[in-house]
């Protein structure tokens, strides 16, 4: 099969497309035939060596995929060979077969494209799973995304709408910041001149992806999934954060076993798969690439101009 291969690691030219053996099939496994997967930053992290693959996932590069199902393992049930299907993966997604455990799997509804399945698994899990299931917001409550134009800002304000959350965002740009109230967002802010602090005050949750910078100065029940700041450490003011009443979480998706894994996709479908039947949930698509142009992909979402989802498809 073709998938996309490092030549070592580096900037955007050690990728280049080559063929592979196909991954062999487990009896709780679906093989998909893909047909669309997405960029996203943990991709640019792998590519420089900085964030490679749980132990025994593919080390080809993605994390998320939709396509047919082509092969079926002896112990799975409820699918039949021909659906359409989008999962979320530890590796695997630019190539055009993935094998994956079932639980990761969900069903793609027909009110949406294959480029807007392979654009949802990953940030929309993740966000379900941060700031539902871990930080259990509420009706009600409100919620600051950092980064409200990432494919996680897009996500989170659409779910968090959803679900009556009051949603501010920070973004780098008037524009950016336009577009994040234009999808739905209540309050967006220009961190680049906006003191975002000051302007949420008061929230009680935060998406955080930016990390120790950041840390000291997030109030309410804290969610940190990135550090996209750069620095490792920080001080936390313990009085502070006894008085905030604050909590401070930490969480990665792409470790996890796939028995958690298989409870995120079942608690997400539970909570939302109306929604995403109806086509009230859908990525906000920044852009639509050919897999060959896998190198210009990432070079949009490292120079950060990009809103939504970078997806690459895979020729049918």
């Not at 497309?17 to 991709?43: C, F, K, M, Q, Y």
């Not at 190539?95 to 009110?111: C, T």
């Not at 639509?288 to 989802?309: C, Q, S, T, W, Y």
């Amino acid at each position: 099969m073709r998938a996309v291969l490092l030549n070592g690691f580096g900037d955007e030219d050690v990728m280049r497309i080559g063929e592979v053996g196909a991954p062999p099939l487990g009896p709780r496994d679906l093989r998909i035939r893909v047909r669309a997967t997405s960029v996203n930053r943990a991709d640019l992290l792998q590519r420089r060596g900085h964030y490679p693959p749980p132990p025994g996932a593919s080390e080809i590069i993605g994390l998320e995929c939709a396509g047919i199902v082509d092969e079926i393992g002896t112990e799975v049930r409820g699918w039949t060979i021909g659906d359409r299907a989008m999962a979320l993966l530890p590796g695997g997604g630019y190539a055009e077969q993935v094998v994956v455990d079932a639980g990761s799997a969900m069903r793609v509804p027909d009110a949406l494209s294959d480029e807007e399945a392979g654009a949802i698994p990953e940030v929309f899990l993740t966000v379900h799973l941060t700031l539902f299931m871990l930080a259990r917001v509420q009706r009600g409550e409100s919620a600051l995304i950092h980064g409200g134009g990432s494919g996680i800002g897009t996500a989170a304000t659409t779910l968090l709408k959803l679900a009556g959350v009051r949603v501010f965002v920070t973004a780098g740009s008037d524009e950016k910041c336009a577009r994040c109230v234009e999808h739905g967002a209540d309050v967006a802010i220009n961190y680049r001149n906006e003191d975002w602090v000051e302007r949420a005050r008061g929230v009680d949750v935060i998406l955080d992806h930016i990390g120790a910078p950041y840390l000291a100065r997030d109030l309410g029940r804290v969610v940190i999934i990135g550090s996209m700041g750069g620095q490792s450490k920080t001080e936390i003011d313990v009085g502070a954060l006894l008085s905030k009443r604050q909590q401070i979480i930490g969480s990665t998706l792409r470790a996890r076993p796939v028995a958690e894994k298989a409870e995120i996709v079942a608690s997400f479908v539970a909570r939302f798969g109306d929604d995403l039947a109806a086509g009230r949930i859908r990525p906000v698509i920044d852009q639509v690439l050919p897999i060959e142009n896998v190198a210009d992909a990432h070079r949009r979402m490292d120079r950060g101009d990009h809103f939504g989802k970078i997806v690459l498809t895979l020729s049918r």
